[in-house]
């Protein structure tokens, strides 16, 4: 009786071990197939563009010690109506102004470790940006400042920034050739083999380029060039494609 029930325990688990072995197979020859019944492509689209706007920003500032905080803010203020109607010549509008408030920080010389807190040097700044559509204006504008520091303004100025405020709509447009470039490669591929590209599977979008113009300089994360006039637009697809 004993052994009865073990062959019968050992006939079970062969069995149960076939059916389990069987599934894994199937699962394993499905997965292949639909492998071989697939092909993944990256395509990518470009478009030379020029930049629609851009921004100038810079700072005006004055250093002064503690005790003639006063007179640093008379001189700030002095400073504002001469950087004004310096941008009021270069024919600049009031609502593509923006002006900071006054800032002060402390400036840290070891030197001055002992001196009296009222004589330690403090820098008030101000930070002037202005944005337009108009870019050769913004452009001569970065070219002229040498006349506010010629008035006594001390006056630092950063990079032009040059931006392209259509990329939304052109990423749209690309990302439909990227895809359409995937395609064609995808049937590059397997032209040789006698079969042929069919419907789209899956798709997902690289990230964005904006580089200057004939660069190839990308970036894994994507990147956004704004010392440039003329870009270079590009967008990457990784496309799916079922294959007859």
Do not use: C, W
Not at 127 to 148: F, M, P, R
């Amino acid at each position: 009786m004993n052994n009865k029930n073990f062959f019968s325990s050992v006939q079970f688990i062969i069995g149960l071990a076939l059916i389990v072995s069987a599934i894994i197979f199937s699962v394993a020859f499905y997965n292949s197939r639909t492998s071989t019944d697939s092909i993944s492509v990256t395509g990518s689209a470009s478009k030379e563009v020029v930049s629609d706007s851009a921004k100038f920003s810079g700072n005006f500032s004055r250093t002064i010690k503690l005790s003639n905080l006063k007179v640093g803010y008379v001189q700030m203020a002095s400073d504002l109506k001469i950087v004004k109607s310096f941008l009021k010549a270069q024919q600049i509008e009031d609502k593509d102004i923006t002006i900071s408030t006054v800032s002060m920080e402390q400036n840290y010389d070891y030197n001055q470790s002992n001196v009296s807190p009222a004589e330690k040097d403090y820098t008030l700044r101000q930070t002037v940006e202005v944005a337009s559509g108009d870019i050769v204006k913004i452009g001569n504008l970065a070219q002229a400042i040498q006349s506010l520091i010629n008035q006594g303004v001390i006056f630092s100025v950063y990079p032009v920034e040059y931006y392209y405020k259509n990329l939304p709509q052109t990423r749209v447009e690309l990302l439909s050739e990227a895809v359409a470039d995937a395609k064609k490669r995808a049937e590059e591929i397997v032209s040789g083999s006698g079969q042929k590209i069919g419907a789209l599977k899956s798709a997902a979008s690289g990230v964005v380029q904006v580089l200057p113009a004939n660069s190839l300089e990308i970036s894994d994360y994507g990147t956004y060039d704004t010392s440039k006039i003329n870009k270079s637009i590009m967008v990457t697809v990784k496309a799916a494609f079922e294959i007859k």
